[in-house]
């Protein structure tokens, strides 16, 4: 398998921008993570899906950001309108479970928002 | 509920001398409990894996880690760093049927 994929590595946008990230998960992993890493917060769970339904989006900062997923291989976040503390990596992980599973992550994608 | 405290923020070891990197963790159930590494630029690595077999957990690249439940601590080490070990380690418990919980993340600098 190739692992988790994220897409693109790398977005420099503007402010008021809409950003869309990517993400393929394992396949056959049931579950799907969006997290953000900054020097600041350190790593965030943003919001996880189980078999293509959100079940805790406790973690998404505000209403600019929304993510999908319409099927079991495809998700994306989605920031509308990007702000420049928006400017973070964004992982995407998989995983067959939660507790006691681990998570697969993705490469990342470094967000920049001028 | 579940949280680690990873108890340096930033460890510094000269190359082929010991590694020692501290977590202790708080958990209502029976926790599992991970270790991950994250190379500069890269995603999240797992190390290894704590769930309640052999409290002593081997886990890849030399590392492992001890779980003492007398202690709530899970403590990760390696005998000698290779500069390749540089990277930010993060320690991970398992909620009840809830997502994992990272701590902050120690960063390990290793000295040539």
């Known amino acids: 398998d190739a692992g988790v994929i994220q897409s693109p590595r790398h977005e420099v946008t503007e402010m008021g921008q809409e950003v869309t990230l990517r993400c393929k998960p394992i396949s056959g992993h049931d579950y799907l993570f969006w997290y953000r890493q900054t020097m600041m917060r350190g790593l965030e769970l943003l919001i996880y899906f189980n078999n293509n339904v959100p079940i805790d989006d406790s973690g998404m900062p505000e209403d600019r950001f929304s993510a999908k997923m319409p099927n079991a291989s495809f998700s994306t976040l989605k920031i509308q309108p990007s702000e420049p503390r928006d400017s973070a990596v964004y992982f995407c992980?998989?995983?067959?479970?939660?507790?006691?599973?681990?998570?697969?992550f993705g490469p990342g994608t470094r967000l920049t928002v001028l | 509920a579940q949280s680690v405290t990873q108890l340096d923020s930033h460890v510094s070891v000269s190359e082929g001398t010991p590694v020692l990197l501290r977590c202790n963790y708080s958990s209502s159930y029976s926790p599992s409990l991970f270790w991950y590494v994250q190379h500069p630029n890269k995603g999240l690595q797992l190390l290894l894996k704590y769930t309640s077999a052999a409290t002593l957990v081997k886990g890849i690249n030399g590392f492992e880690a001890e779980f003492k439940k007398s202690e709530t601590s899970f403590h990760l080490t390696k005998p000698s760093a290779h500069m390749s070990d540089a990277a930010e380690y993060f320690c991970?418990?398992?909620?009840?049927?809830?997502?994992?919980?990272f701590g902050k993340g120690t960063r390990l600098s290793v000295i040539a």
């Open positions: 992980a998989s995983s067959p479970g939660t507790s006691a599973n681990e998570q697969f």
């Open positions: 991970v418990v398992s909620g009840y049927n809830t997502p994992l919980v």
